[in-house]
């Protein structure tokens, strides 16, 4: 089995901590707030901007949705601008949408691949706009002059969960000293939440490990049997289980903070060793696709400070590959499969196409290049046939 995203190993608990001047940004910085859920940092840093009702956010076509709720659940009004096909900003579009209640710029840099940072500045230096990044599929990843993404806006939030493996975990990092740095009280968050999704990772871990006859004795039993019992159980208790890949903003949740357990865990990994993973994976995996008729991949180069986060190819068959590779035991995903990100996206024929035809392939650290070749040979195969 090769899975979408790292799994949990007992050993990452036994891992001294690193002290927080040799952990990547924003972890080695001191105005960062945590959360169960990156969207909260989103909800909150829209607070302390001190706008007002009817102000409005430039953002992307190409999004979950769930940015563009935050924004309206905050009384703002979001204006969508379109991409180029390369997925920077179209800035003559930005241009064209500015107006005198424009307050944010909202930058997506989409798998890690920086969205001309430069640029961005430049339109908020001269328009008087805050810039907010949104690095929640980009941690670990620098921009064209070699700064860490989300270190150049006022304010940016990350979802470090997507790179290693915590049960949940969201960050908003204040860059700005002008603004104010949120002070509300934060909830602890559920703890049956956050043990499924521990209990989640570790039993990846081991169907995706050579032992996977112990998850066949053990862990597919408690994964389909055990579980679905628990949870009607406790559903009937009124305990439900709040999972974080949901593509949906609760205003009720916004002052869930980050639980102990993902604290804990996130000073124990060795961030270098995943950044040279990420890279060496990403490089395989492209080279062994390079050239598959009907295929494009997303982002062909890796400039030298880019961390991917996953390779995106594009192309008609992607639906049958993802069917196919599933059967197979890898798993693969798509971006924000959800009515709204269509809904946003439709005035773009690119953000159209791009919905409907692409898929998100798995180079995690947990994975190395004879996995990539495995993926590479079987994507060759399924559209060769």
């Not at 909800?43 to 009702?53: D, M, P, R, S």
């Not at 002070?183 to 996977?212: G, V």
């Not at 408690?222 to 009124?238: M, Y």
């Not at 924000?336 to 650290?365: A, M, N, T």
Request: net charge positive.
């Amino acid at each position: 089995m090769i899975p979408l995203f790292p799994t949990l190993h007992p050993a990452y608990f036994r891992q001294p901590a690193q002290p927080s001047s040799l952990l990547p940004f924003p972890l080695n910085q001191k105005r960062v707030r945590y959360y169960y859920f990156a969207r909260n940092g989103i909800w909150e840093a829209l607070q302390i901007f001190g706008l007002k009702t009817g102000d409005e956010v430039l953002m992307p076509a190409f999004t979950s949705g769930i940015e563009v709720d935050a924004v309206i659940a905050s009384g703002l009004v979001p204006v969508i601008y379109d991409l180029h096909e390369n997925f920077t900003p179209n800035f003559n579009d930005v241009r064209a949408k500015l107006s005198p209640r424009t307050k944010i710029l909202y930058l997506t840099h989409y798998l890690g691949f920086p969205q001309l940072t430069r640029d961005a500045l430049n339109v908020c230096k001269n328009n008087g706009l805050y810039l907010f990044e949104d690095v929640a599929i980009g941690f670990l990843s620098a921009d064209e002059d070699g700064e860490p993404l989300g270190s150049k806006g006022d304010a940016a939030i990350f979802c470090p969960r997507k790179t290693v493996p915590i049960p949940h975990g969201g960050l908003m990092v204040v860059n700005n000293p002008d603004l104010p740095f949120p002070a509300t009280r934060q909830r602890r968050p559920s703890h049956y939440s956050t043990a499924r999704q521990m209990a989640a990772l570790s039993l990846k871990r081991m169907a995706a490990s050579k032992n996977s006859r112990a998850f066949a004795l053990f862990g597919s039993w408690t994964w389909t049997r055990a579980v679905p019992l628990l949870n009607a159980f406790l559903k009937t208790i009124g305990i439900k289980n709040t999972e974080c890949g949901r593509f949906e903003f609760d205003a009720t949740k916004t002052d869930w903070g980050m639980s102990a357990i993902s604290k804990y865990l996130l000073p124990r990994f060795d961030y270098e060793d995943i950044k040279h993973r990420h890279r060496e994976n990403y490089t395989a995996l492209a080279a062994s696709i390079k050239g598959v008729p009907g295929l494009t991949i997303a982002f062909s180069s890796l400039p030298a400070h880019t961390v991917p986060l996953d390779l995106m190819i594009l192309g008609c068959k992607c639906n049958e590959i993802n069917a196919k590779l599933r059967q197979q035991g890898i798993e693969t995903s798509v971006f924000w499969p959800d009515h709204r990100s269509y809904e946003i996206g439709d005035s773009s024929p690119f953000i159209k196409k791009i919905l409907r035809e692409h898929l998100v392939l798995p180079i995690h650290q947990d994975l190395s290049t004879s996995d990539m070749e495995i993926m590479g040979s079987a994507i060759r195969r399924i559209c060769l046939s």
